[in-house]
């Protein structure tokens, strides 16, 4: 019972140091400075109302934001290559309009963006932490599905809206501050990424379905990813969640979220519902600077930072821990011999010595040409594979000649699995 008293009392500790400053000048004073101070490396989180480390204002983001994509438009002109319309005009009328529509119901309503599109193969867009989205045309043409492109264009917005590229710069700066270890590995870089890339997710899949998109197309892409290149990254620390997980994590967001969506049309509620939803609750400072509400602020911005800390440290462990699992399976898999089944495929043959039962099997391989080029290949396993039982994997690429590789490297490796 002793022990309650004593914890009771310290939760008691600062709703009375608020009371003392409330009524007492000097040490108002002393909160409007500390307020002062804390507001120029933290700001309230626009999703979730906490504080968050953060060097710039949003004026300030905007203009290093805008500055770094204007760099690029310059270096795209100087080289002749077109931009927007002029590469495309449908696929940029295309962008404009989804990204006005999910603009309209994001946190960020009130400002005016720019879609930019470049003349770029790969499957990407990004975002600086400023008013312009950057969207290759290669990732418009392969996703032809106006709710998919929405998703990817959400997602885009969010790590603005979550302010991820400032966020970075604080962590970064508070890290070298204090000489922690463990922030400038590169582990921990990779995990403090990819728990951003996760939260993007969840807030642009809230986007989507206020926005009148089928919020479960974003898990549609990375089941289509994870069916075509696997997991693309577990065995390394990775910056981005692997394809299973984060088809399998925006599924799930995407049925919390259901009840808001509206098919080809915005929710009527979204202003509302991005304050309270099944995903967040966003809490609005009760305190003034000068009232308490620096005390609070430093308070809440130290929480915000070590909990992050925390969750940033987890998952580089479990990160660690996967790649661990996934080299041991690779250890139990006794290669048996290769046969070449046309021009782009070949077969491998394994026997797997293991003691668990593995459902979701899939192998891949890592192909290195002579001028040093890797590319990577990945061949998923049909049922489950029990311990000593011998199975094939067939890995395909219309771009390589299997004549070739007599004179390749080839590394082959266990790139997902699930034990029973």
Known sequence: MKHKVMRAGRRLVLPLILVNLSGCASLQAVDSGI???VDAVSEQDRVTGQRSLSLAGRSEQIRQGNAVVEQLLQAEAQAGRKLNAQLDSVQYARLARLLDRVLRVSHLKSERWQPVLIDRAEFNAFTTGGTYIVVHLGLMQQLTDDDELAAVIAHEVAHTV???????????????????????????????????????????????A?????????????????????????????????????????AAIARQVSGYYRPGRENPNAAALLEENVLWHKSNPALAAGQGGGVAALLGTTLGAYVQHQGVKQEVSRQAQQQAVLAALMQQMQP??????????????????????????????????????????VAPVSGTVAPGQVFDAQFRSPQLSVGAFASMQLKYYVDDARLR
């Open 162 to 208: 979550a302010n991820h590229p400032f966020e970075r710069q604080g962590f970064q700066t508070l890290a070298a501050l204090t000489g922690s270890r463990s922030a400038g590995r590169d582990g921990y870089q990779a995990a403090f990424t990819h728990e951003n890339e996760r939260e993007a997710d969840r807030i642009a899949v809230l986007y989507a």
């Open 210 to 250: 206020l926005a009148g998109f089928d919020p479960a197309a974003a898990s549609h892409i990375w089941a289509r990813q994870y069916r075509a290149q696997g997991n693309a990254g577990g065995l390394f620390f990775h910056t981005h969640p692997v394809n299973r997980e984060r088809a399998e994590e925006t």
């Open 35 to 37: 307020y002062q101070v």
């Open 336 to 377: 048996l011999g290769e046969t070449v089944m046309d021009q782009n495929s070949w077969k491998v043959r394994w026997r797997y010595r293991g003691q668990n039962v593995l459902d979701h099997l899939v192998m891949g391989v890592l192909v290195r040409d002579q001028a040093g080029k890797v590319q990577r290949f």
